[in-house]
């Protein structure tokens, strides 16, 4: 008669979470997580094929949950504002997973910068004003809003600046109003 589990892919899952959000992606171990558990790695083995399988189930938690409880609240009626916000609202209330997805070397980095961009992109081309953007205009809307918002997510993070949202609010609408004034995109890939 085989053993009926008593661990299930979701407990598994949520154990990563709590492993990445307190510890980083340096610790997203099967042996960490399976503390976390307080189990072996065995039922981690069986429900994932390996730990990359793991962190790509990780990942698709991570950003449905920064799609429909993290990044969609809305606060000024700004899309791009508004995205910003949230993002550096999220960088504060939870800054360790913030830090384990956008700036660990373990972490999702350029992962995290495609999810966000696309993010962006479909959220900004719903808003009628934003809508009649080309692309090239909402990639410098987004390349520039990113910079500012990651930089003031960073400085109050590290506790250095202490804005009200209102202020946070001003600096991204004149980032959106020069951004926006610009002939030239801007690319600082290239």
């Not at 109050?156 to 202020?167: A, K, N, R, V, Y």
Request: glycine share 4%.
């Amino acid at each position: 008669m085989a053993r009926k589990k008593t661990i299930t892919k979701d407990q598994i899952l949520n154990a990563a979470y709590e492993v990445v959000a307190t510890e980083g992606f340096s610790k997203f171990t099967a042996r960490n997580i399976a503390t976390k558990m307080k189990c072996s790695t065995q039922p981690i083995y069986l429900e994932f094929k390996n730990m990359d399988d793991l962190k790509e189930e990780l990942f698709e938690k991570i950003h449905q949950y920064l799609a429909t409880e993290v990044f969609p609240v809305e606060h000024t009626g700004n899309t791009i504002v508004d995205l910003a916000l949230n993002y550096i609202h999220f960088a504060n209330n939870e800054s360790k997973l913030y830090r384990a997805l956008y700036l660990e070397e373990y972490g999702g980095g350029e992962r995290m910068q495609q999810f966000s961009y696309n993010y962006f992109t479909n959220a900004v081309k719903k808003d009628p004003t934003y809508a009649d953007l080309d692309d090239a205009k909402i990639n410098s809307l987004h390349m520039g809003t990113w910079i500012v918002a990651t930089g003031i997510a960073a400085l109050m993070t590290s506790g250095i600046i202490h804005p009200t949202d209102e202020q946070i609010e001003e600096l991204m609408q004149n980032s959106i109003d020069q951004i926006s004034k610009q002939d030239k995109p801007i690319d600082i890939d290239n």
